[in-house]
């Protein structure tokens, strides 16, 4: 099976900082991938599609890349309502496989 | 809107059963794939199941496979998982997602979960 592995576990970052977490497939997945945020109590919300097309409605500053094993999910600029864990997944077979999750905290 | 209503949740022993239910509404629901994700107090996403737009197939993680089932009703735009022979370990928050395609991508849309409790 294919193991998606997420870095940092955690990371503390300022308001206005460029934040970035990594997801990375133990194979190749195309584009295969997703990224959720999920706010401390409440539903995952879909943020990004095929590596690094945005949702609808999800701000510009949040941005994805990458192609294959290696993922990168950008903020340009942390708002204080970005305080969130970040999941990737991937959805290129009939195994659907979360990361094991990015808590991002405001300092 | 997409709405998704999950229910069934409970508290039950080892070893016991239940059946989640979700409902849906604001889309096709025959249009698209369904799945069920869970999220166990205070860990991350666990994908579980997911079923095609018509029910044809059906696809279990193998930590569920064998115990629990994935099905659909789609003249009554409900969703179910029929969990047996239930763990300590299942105890989580179950949400049901609505499928961005009708074979199977990514979840788009989430209910707000039902809590299934194992205790003895």
């Known amino acids: 099976d294919v193991q998606m592995t997420q870095s940092p576990s955690s990371l503390s970052a300022s308001v206005g900082d460029r934040v970035t977490i990594t997801c990375r497939a133990s194979?190749?997945?195309?584009?295969?991938l997703a990224w959720y945020q999920q706010k401390p109590g409440k539903v995952p919300k879909l943020l990004i599609y095929?590596?690094?097309t945005l949702q609808s409605g999800v701000p510009s500053r949040f941005s994805g890349s990458g192609f294959g094993t290696d993922f990168t999910l950008t903020i340009s600029s942390l708002q204080p309502e970005d305080a969130a864990t970040y999941y990737c997944q991937k959805y290129n077979s009939a195994l659907w496989t979360f990361g094991q999750g990015t808590k991002v905290e405001l300092k | 809107q997409v709405q998704l209503v999950e229910s069934g949740g409970g508290v039950v022993q080892p070893g016991g059963s239940l059946r989640l239910s979700c409902t849906a509404s604001?889309?096709?629901?025959?249009?698209?794939?369904m799945q069920w994700v869970r999220q166990a107090p205070g860990k991350g996403l666990e994908w579980v199941a997911f079923i095609r737009y018509d029910g044809s197939n059906t696809y279990h993680a193998d930590s569920v496979k064998g115990r629990f089932t994935i099905s659909r009703d789609n003249s009554k735009n409900t969703l179910y998982l029929q969990l047996n022979s239930l763990r300590l370990e299942d105890t989580a928050v179950y949400y049901c997602?609505?499928?961005?395609?009708?074979?199977?991508?990514?979840?788009?849309?989430w209910g707000q979960g039902t809590l299934v409790t194992v205790s003895s």
């Open positions: 095929a590596a690094s």
């Open positions: 194979q190749g997945i195309s584009n295969y």
């Open positions: 604001g889309f096709i629901f025959s249009d698209y794939g």
């Open positions: 997602a609505k499928d961005a395609s009708a074979g199977g991508s990514y979840p788009e849309y």
